[in-house]
């Protein structure tokens, strides 16, 4: 994978919504739409008909009574064209 997507996000939401064609990955906090729809259409062979991004505040937390917080996280929803899927989002049966 390339330095645009840092990993794809396997989770019970991500698996419903790569039924419907969408995919889920974390991205830098840097990249935009444009990045991250170059990337998957070199890494993965598919064409990108939509990206979405949301921005994931970091939580605050306090560690031995000093306050700090979590770092914040970027997530891609991508949506590909009809009848073509990513193979690391099929579930093995």
């Given at each position: 994978m390339s330095t645009t997507i840092l990993k794809p996000i396997?989770?019970?939401k991500s698996m419903f919504l790569a039924v419907k064609g969408t995919y889920m990955f974390e991205v830098p906090i840097k990249a935009n739409k444009l990045?991250?729809?170059?990337?998957?259409?070199?890494?993965?062979k598919v064409d990108v008909t939509?990206?979405?991004i949301s921005v994931l505040k970091g939580k605050v937390k306090?560690?031995?009574g000093v306050t700090g917080s979590r770092k914040n996280r970027k997530r891609?929803?991508?949506?590909?064209?009809?009848?073509?899927?990513?193979?690391?989002?099929?579930?093995?049966?």
């Open positions: 396997i989770s019970e990045m991250v729809a170059d990337a998957v259409k070199v890494n993965f939509n990206v979405r306090k560690f031995k891609a929803f991508v949506t590909v064209k009809s009848g073509q899927k990513i193979s690391i989002f099929e579930e093995s049966k």
